[in-house]
C-alpha cells in the first residue's frame, strides 16, 4: 500500500499512539502518517509513526512524536468525564 490512503476509525488513542480499524492489514514496520481531530483544537493533527501490531480488525501504530498542541488538545480531550 506504499504511498496510498487509508481511512478508518480509531479504536484506542494515546498519546503515545493509536489503534485504527482500518478493514485491512496493514504490515508490521509499515511507516505511516495519521492525520485526524480532536477538540478542543481546530487544527489537523498530522503525525508520523509505526505499525507495530495488527490483527484482522486493525493495526497499532506508536508516533513518532507529537507537537505541544496536540498534546494538550488530546489530554483535553482525556480529561472529558464519562469518557
Known amino acids: 500500500m ?3 490512503t487509508l481511512s478508518g476509525k ?6 503515545g499512539g493509536a489503534f485504527i480499524d482500518g478493514g485491512r492489514p496493514v504490515a508490521f ?3 505511516v502518517v ?3 481531530r480532536v477538540s478542543p483544537q481546530s ?3 498530522e503525525v508520523g509513526g509505526t505499525v507495530r501490531w495488527n ?3 486493525g493495526f497499532g501504530v506508536q508516533f513518532d512524536g507529537l507537537h ?6 488530546l489530554n483535553k480531550l482525556f480529561e472529558k ?3
Open 2 to 4: 506504499e504511498g496510498g
Open 10 to 15: 480509531t479504536r484506542n488513542l494515546s498519546l
Open 29 to 31: 514496520g509499515t511507516r
Open 34 to 36: 495519521l492525520r485526524f
Open 43 to 45: 487544527e489537523l493533527i
Open 55 to 57: 490483527d484482522g480488525a
Open 68 to 73: 505541544a498542541r496536540d498534546v494538550y488538545a
Open 81 to 83: 468525564p464519562g469518557d
